[in-house]
Structures are given as C-alpha cells and as structure tokens.
C-alpha cells in the first residue's frame, strides 16, 4: 500500500428550528434548477460499526473493519445488515472505497504473493480487476452506474526495473486504459479518484511546472488542469452528475489548504469553519451540495456547503452527547451524509454514522419558472400548514436575499410571484419553514 493511500485511510478514519430551502439558479427567464439544502438543525443518526468510505443514494455504505478472523475485510452495509465481501483468491485483507446505486463495490484486496489488486465486488463475487502493464498493485476508487472503474495502478515505464509510477486508469468491458498524466515529463504520476455517470473523471495529476500535484476533469480522451487556489498543489475527491468537481488546493499564503468547488471552469475557495484554517471537501451531491471537513489539525469536523447557506457544521447539528461527530467522506442525492464518528456508549462503539436530516424533501418545483414581462412565478407542491416564502438576489455571494411574497402550504400547488422581476441575471430562492 503506498503512502498516500496509508494517508487517505487515516484522514477518514434537543428543540430544532428546521428548514428547507428550494434555490432556483440561472436567468430568470432561462434554464434552472431545483436545490435542496437539508435542514440547519435535527438529524437522525445510523450508527455504523466499521471504518465508513462511500454512501450511494439508497444509503449503502462501503468501507471496511475487522472480520471474524481478526483480518482487515472490506464491508458493505446494506438494509441494515453488513455483509463481509471477503478478499481476492489468496489474499488477506481487503477494502471497500466506492459503490454505485446498483450495490456493485470496489476497492482493493491483497493477492497471492503480496500484491494488491483492484477489484470489483457485484452478484456476490469479487473480480480482480488486474493492472496496467507491468504494473504490481492496483486500487479501485471509483464506479458508475453503467459499471465503468476508476483507480490507479502502478506501473514500470521503460528504465525502471521495479514498479513506480502509479497512473490513472478507466476499467470498461473488461479492460485497462492508462489515462495518463497532466504532466508530459518521464514517470509523472496520476490518480483517478471518482467518475460520474457521463464518465467524467475526477482525480490529481502531477504536471510539468514542478510544483505539487493539481486536481484534473478528464473527458472524452483529454486530462485537464483545473489549477489551484493559488498554492502550488490541489486535488480532486469527487465529481457529480453536472461535471461540477471537488476537493481541496493550497492557498498562495502560508500552508493552508481549503475546499475548493469547481464548476463552469472556475475554481471557487469554500473557506472553512470558523476558528479552522483548513478545510477538505470529500463529497458532492447532483443538487451541488458539498461535504466534508475542517480543521487547524488532524480530522475536524464535518461541514455541509451549499450555495444558499455557505458552510454548516453538522458536528453541531448532534443533539446526544454520546457522539462525537467527525469529518463527512460522502453525500448522496437525498443529502444524507457519511461521517467518521464514534460513540463509545454503544457496544460495540460505532466508527462512523449516516446523518440524515429530520426534515424531508416533500416540497418539489412543480412547473418550469416563467418571467412575463416584469411577472416571475413558480408552482411548488406544498405542505399543509407550513410557511413557503419567494427569495431574490442579484449575487449569490451576498447574504441580502429579499423577500417577495410569502404564503402559506394548503396540501397542493401554491405559486409563488415576485412582481417585479428585474432584468438580466437573477437568482430566486423558495424557503419552506
């Protein structure tokens, strides 16, 4: 196992006020898009009883603990069961890194001879995935809907005699590609950490400036540089179904690293917590809500960002004392969200839990947001009894949303109508209370 996945496996090792806001982004009169934000307090708790590293969208969980036989074995949670998925043929040990909506799990697992290999766990086998060429050992970090694995493989370009460089690679129909590098110059390396359903990749790559290593997007056959916040390094965890990418970079000052967002070709610093210097994105959702964590030192606590609340810390949203919420790894399209956690009240003590949030999403978008004239209108289906309220903005960056009509939930439809719609880019918010 290399030093950087040594590294990635330790970092993830009362009354509410609830609310859901409904963003609607883009041209008032163009393109937009409904987004969810879970609610600012009250969740419920799924404790989980192993290290805890991906969570699809029906809440599966994928990670790995300790089985019976005393040995590492990567662990799939599903309908509240956890089943050991084993190890390769002739392997000891093994992790589960990523799974998809299908249950189908990857990761990696010792082989005969002491190598690791890549596999993919599905109709209750595991497959080894195998290397590059000349390659020793492999990991899976990555898999879509339609099957296609991402990872990293070392491999033993002309002039070495031993494995070296590792390299991003793309599993389909039953092979390897090398994705290769950013970088052009002899034996730079390259990980592949996530892929969506487009088969966009995202992950790090060393370049040519002799920096660290920056975040890229590969699509359709071309790696892409996403830069940095200014520091010499960054590097992608996760991509959603929009291309939107995250993860975190250095800053040009000092050695502070935060969570970055990237989307429409620009990279947006998340900041952090306050009282934090770092921060470390490891999630994001199809409606762009991004999890993970912040920190001055070690594993802090989990955020939630989104671009109608900015950054939440769900460590304070946990009513029982007994848990010690800490870093989120993973968010799923119903805004559940994986954190490293324990509490050592329950026996065994729990590892890690799933947050989800005490308020549902009933509330949906029903009609496509019209501007007539100066008129802008929105239909949401409602629920009886609870105040929805029409927000406007100029800039999502500002904190100043206005309010433009307020009414309340009869059971069904209710439009919501701002009179007096400004022209040009414009930004609405409804607010279910």
């Given amino acids: 196992m290399t030093s950087e996945h040594q590294s990635k496996r330790r970092e993830q090792s009362g009354s509410v006020r609830a609310f859901r806001v409904f963003l609607i982004t883009g041209w008032a009169l163009g393109c937009v898009c409904l987004r969810a934000q879970p609610a600012s307090g009250g969740y419920t708790i799924t404790p989980l009883y192993f290290i805890a590293n991906a969570l699809n969208a ?41 799974l998809n909506s299908l249950g189908q799990v990857v990761g990696d697992s010792t082989v005969s001879g002491g190598a690791t ?15 590059l060429p000349r390659g020793y ?20 370009p002309a002039g070495y005699s031993y494995p070296r460089p590792d390299h991003a690679f793309l599993y389909s129909a039953g092979q390897m ?84 967002l990237y989307s429409g070709g620009v ?25 993970g964590y912040s920190t001055s030192t070690g594993n802090g606590p989990a955020f939630l960002h989104s671009i109608a609340g900015g950054l939440i810390n769900l460590s304070t949203q946990v009513g029982d004392p007994n848990w010690s919420v800490g870093g989120a790894v993973g968010i799923n399209d119903a805004g559940q969200v994986l954190c490293a956690a324990n509490n050592f009240a329950l026996d065994p003590p729990a590892l890690a839990c799933i947050l989800t949030s005490a308020v549902s999403a ?6 496509r947001p019209t501007l007539l004239g100066s008129v802008f209108q929105v239909t949401v289906s409602s629920i009886a009894g609870t105040s929805y309220t029409l927000e406007s903005t100029g800039n999502l960056s500002a904190t100043n949303w206005v309010t433009t009509q307020s009414a309340t939930g009869t059971g069904g439809a209710i439009t919501l109508t701002d009179a007096n719609a400004s022209a040009g880019a414009r930004f609405y918010r409804v607010r279910a209370q």
């Fill in 177 to 260: 590609e090398d994705l290769g590098s950013v970088g052009t110059l002899f034996a730079t390396w390259s990980h592949a950490m996530a892929i969506n359903a487009s088969g966009q990749v995202a992950g790090w790559s060393d370049t040519d400036n002799g920096g660290g290593p920056h975040a890229f997007l590969y699509t359709s056959g071309v790696m892409r540089d996403l830069g940095t916040l200014g520091g010499d390094q960054s590097r992608a965890s996760a991509i959603n179904a929009s291309g939107q990418v995250v993860g975190w970079s250095s800053l040009a000052q000092g050695y502070a690293s935060h969570a970055f």
């Fill in 267 to 291: 990279m947006s610093d998340l900041g952090t917590l306050t009282n934090q210097s770092n921060s470390y994105a490891a999630g994001i959702n199809s409606v762009g809500q991004v999890a």
């Fill in 58 to 98: 029906s809440g599966q969980v994928a990670g790995y603990g300790a089985s019976t036989n005393g040995q590492t074995h990567a662990f799939l949670y599903a309908g509240g069961q956890t089943l050991d998925l084993g190890t390769l043929p002739g392997g000891s040990s093994s992790e589960a890194l990523a």
């Fill in 362 to 367: 009933t509330s949906t978008i029903l009609s």
């Fill in 117 to 131: 290999h890549a596999f993919l766990y599905a109709n209750g086998q595991m497959t080894d995935l195998g290397t």
């Fill in 137 to 156: 050992s492999s990991y899976a970090t990555g898999i879509n809907d339609a099957g296609q694995i991402v990872g990293w493989s070392d491999t033993t």
